[in-house]
């Protein structure tokens, strides 16, 4: 197993720290200590929280656009992009259980805001890049994108938060059913 660097180190014990005290629980003594290194070290890497939890921010935004381009193909069929999304960020949050307990913390972290607006307004990343083309396509509505998005892939965040509160799982046939749902509520002429 690879060894992860002084950074990742920090970044997993903030996320993992996170879980557990939540945002404002947060210090950088707490965070040292939870990745096994002095108080210290962590000012070589971070002048301060705000650094780092900026610095976790835009970690997540990256993290999520690369999780959207995983395995996207522009020439298949509007719903089938966005399946393939949807599906990219169930797995991805199947897969690291800590995004789902510190979803609702992101909302907070210092510049991840500003990261969303510029990506939307420079018509940045694939969600971006997707609506753009299926609204053009007539297959959309002509919504912005951000409520385009509360529409239909944050189901796919909501339903993952829904299913570790409650402790269920869904079966494929039934989070198909969520996915066909959920592209329906962008669809255009319905």
């Given at each position: 197993m690879k060894e992860l660097s002084m950074e990742e180190k920090i970044f997993a014990s903030t996320q993992s720290l996170m879980a557990e005290v939540g945002l404002q629980g947060l210090?950088?003594?707490?965070?040292a200590k939870r990745a096994g290194i002095s108080a210290g070290t962590i000012y070589l890497?971070?002048?301060n929280k705000e650094a780092l939890l900026q610095e976790l921010a835009l970690r997540?935004?990256?993290?999520?656009?690369?999780?959207l381009w995983t395995d996207f193909d522009e020439s298949r069929p509007i719903f089938q992009q966005y399946q393939t999304m949807w599906w990219n960020i169930w797995l991805l949050l199947q897969e690291n259980p800590?995004?789902?307990?510190?979803m609702n913390q992101y909302?907070?972290?210092?510049?991840?805001?500003?990261?969303?607006?510029?990506s939307e307004e420079k018509?940045?990343?694939p969600w971006y890049s997707f609506c753009e083309r299926a609204i053009q396509a007539g297959e959309i509505v002509n919504l912005p994108p951000n409520l385009l998005w509360n529409l239909s892939l944050e189901t796919a965040i909501n339903v993952a938060?829904?299913?570790a509160f409650m402790q269920s799982k869904l079966t494929d046939d039934q989070l198909d059913m969520v996915i066909k749902?959920?592209?329906y509520a962008i669809k255009a002429n319905l």
């Open positions: 210090s950088m003594q707490k965070i890497h971070f002048t997540i935004f990256k993290l999520f656009q690369r999780t800590e995004l789902i307990i510190n909302h907070a972290l210092p510049g991840l805001d500003r990261l969303c607006k510029e018509g940045g990343g938060l829904d299913c749902r959920s592209f």
